[in-house]
């Protein structure tokens, strides 16, 4: 590997984390205090800018108030930097690192782009092209549970302790969820590489909304029959997203009411700003990841894909350049629509939420992984064997939902 | 595989390793053996096992260990007392530690291949021969790819489907037994 190589890497590195999705996570919390006050008849803040009026002038100049996130962070900055008595030093220091590092560690496999080329050297706009694309985010994303763990475990007291217990049982949980429902997408790409999965449906339709480029092995059919595991999917794996960034309405590790504040009660400053920095953080991973494998990544879609990437200024290639606007647009637009169900949806109760990924997401996700399998398989299968699968699925479903009723039946009184 | 990473990966290894015993507190414990794990999984993807260096960590490191931190914290375990070193222990242990490392040195020294094996475009292609020609797996290897996860795969239901199956329901009955003891329990 030359040095020209590795300057690359390290630009694509610092540029897409740093540039790209680091200060989306500023922005996100802009977002999230104006969309919330939109809904609830707010103004939101709309003030930080220039004050011209100190000197002398009619007006001020404020950005919408783009530059509070700005501003938030100067006043985290220059707070208090305090650490209690009782905490367990080393691992109260720890604990906030833990949680950000993850999410940002997981945005080299994220493909921002369609490749772009200068003088003939194609250049992916991702880091790290492995083949092993979401199986490295879901790995490295569930290193975060630690953080939230010892954070609420090393702050040495009760309410942040309750909170760590309660995040981390939620993780665990909803990654099986997690895991499981992402199968069937697998199985229909046949392939974990996420800038290839991309490019299929750059071609061949999004998994949503398979609309183009049929052909002999793509037929219209076949991918609209896929459609229904791919919806159950994306919403099986879009709620666990939830869940695991700890968003509302799962946001029970950090309980105001019951809480004081979670797992972070006992930290100030800069520390405490890393918890949240690190939940945005997950949160614009989640979003990309679930555009990437559900909703088309960077493609614009209709088929235009392929002249985008055509599009050049002489020997430079910059359509992936207007992809990655379009991954960008997408994700934001995604952004949005967490910070809307935050707002909306009241939240739910810890064994409500313990319930629904156990029960419901974990049987559902097995249930689909069968059904996308018969799918996926019908056109090499007999007609009869497509026939005794698809009973047997029916029975399969019946069983579990009978015996989800059966075992909530009698409900128990709990011993001391 | 990088020499440098070799080192530099088996050192957080050793070091994970090392600490699991030489730390008192069971906390600071689980969490060498996470270090550790996470050394370990390094050397696996520096192998190009992409797969088993991820599952490595999400399933070890992510989950398993996730749940031993859990119920330290909830037994909240005191540090352990440093207990008397009686000798009979240690030199049993030391013995052991002497006849594993005769026997690497004597497995080290007879190894025919001390150098890296390369793992050339030429070697990859040669093994595409070994599959169906319209296949992923001959596909990626004629590119000069390592298409592990597809390898695994393959091998796992071809190969050995059988035991993957009775594994399968082992899982399953080890399931059903957790649920029916700790109903018992609750009774």
Not at chain 2, 68 to 83: N, S
Request: charged share 15%; proline share 5%.
């Amino acid at each position: 590997m030359d040095l020209f190589q590795i300057a690359i890497i390290i630009t694509k590195i610092v540029v897409l984390t740093f540039i790209v999705v680091l200060p989306l996570v500023p922005l996100s919390v802009y977002f999230e205090r104006r969309f919330s006050a939109i809904i609830q008849d707010r103004v939101g803040p709309n003030r930080v800018g220039i004050p011209f009026t100190l000197l002398g002038f009619k007006k001020d100049f404020h950005f919408f108030g783009l530059i509070q996130p700005i501003a938030d962070g100067l006043k985290l900055f220059l707070k208090e930097d305090f650490t209690p008595d009782h905490v367990r030093k080393a691992f109260y220091w720890l604990a906030p690192a833990l949680t950000v590092v993850p999410a940002l560690i997981t945005v080299c496999v994220v493909p921002f782009g369609s490749p772009i080329s200068i003088f003939g050297h194609a250049e992916k706009l991702l880091v790290a092209d492995l083949d092993i694309g979401p199986l490295f985010v879901f790995s490295v994303a569930s290193l975060s549970v630690y953080g939230i763990t010892l954070a609420g475990w090393s702050s040495n007291s009760k309410f942040p302790f309750i909170g760590g217990v309660r995040s981390t049982a939620q993780m665990i949980s909803y990654e099986i969820a997690l895991g499981l429902s992402i199968v069937p997408v697998l199985m229909y790409f046949g392939d974990l590489n996420l800038s290839n999965i991309v490019q299929q449906q750059a071609d061949h339709g999004w998994l949503l909304l398979p609309l183009w480029g049929h052909d002999a092995d793509h037929t219209l059919t076949s991918k609209l029959l896929f459609w229904f595991p791919a919806a159950i999917a994306f919403l099986i794996f879009t709620i666990s997203i939830f869940a695991e960034t700890n968003r509302m309405p799962f946001d029970l590790p950090e309980c105001e009411t019951e809480l004081v504040g979670g797992y972070h009660t006992e930290y100030s400053s800069m520390k405490f700003a890393m918890f949240f920095m690190g939940e945005y953080a997950a949160m614009v991973i989640g979003s990309a990841l679930i555009i990437t494998l559900f909703l088309g990544g960077w493609s614009i879609g209709f088929g235009l894909d392929a002249e985008v990437a055509k599009l050049h200024i002489g020997d430079f290639y910059f359509g992936g350049f207007i992809h990655m606007g379009c991954f960008l647009t997408k994700l934001i637009a995604f952004i949005l629509f967490f910070i809307l169900v935050r707002w909306t949806v009241p939240r739910f109760r810890y064994d409500q939420l313990m319930k629904l990924g156990w029960v419901v997401f974990f049987e559902a996700a097995l249930i689909n992984v069968f059904l996308a399998a018969l799918i996926v398989a019908a056109p090499d299968l007999e007609k009869t064997i497509i026939g005794i699968g698809a009973i047997l699925l029916v029975v399969l479903t019946a069983s579990v939902i009978w015996v989800a009723k059966v075992s909530e039946e009698t409900p128990k009184t709990l011993r001391a | 595989m990088p020499s440098y990473l070799f080192w530099l990966f088996s050192t957080i290894m050793l070091i994970g390793g090392t600490a699991v015993v030489a730390f008192r507190n069971p906390v600071s414990s689980a969490l060498s053996v996470v270090t550790c794990f996470v050394g370990l999984a390094g050397l696996f993807i520096g192998l190009s096992a992409f797969f088993v260096g991820v599952i490595q960590i999400l399933v070890y490191t992510g989950a398993v260990m996730v749940l031993f931190v859990f119920i330290i914290m909830l037994l909240d375990l005191k540090d352990e007392e440093k207990p008397s070193k009686p000798l009979l222990p240690i030199a049993a242990g030391l013995a052991l530690v002497a006849a594993f490392l005769v026997q690497l040195i004597g497995i080290l020294s007879n190894s025919p291949d001390m150098s890296e094996p390369t793992l050339s475009k030429a070697t990859l292609a040669a093994a595409a021969a070994g599959f169906p020609a319209d296949g992923k797996i001959a596909a990626a290897l004629q590119l000069g790819k390592l298409p592990d996860v597809h390898l695994i795969g393959n091998t796992l239901f071809t190969q050995y489907n059988l035991p993957l199956q009775i594994l399968g329901v082992l899982l399953l009955v080890a399931t059903v037994g957790v649920v029916v003891l700790s109903n018992k329990q609750a009774d």
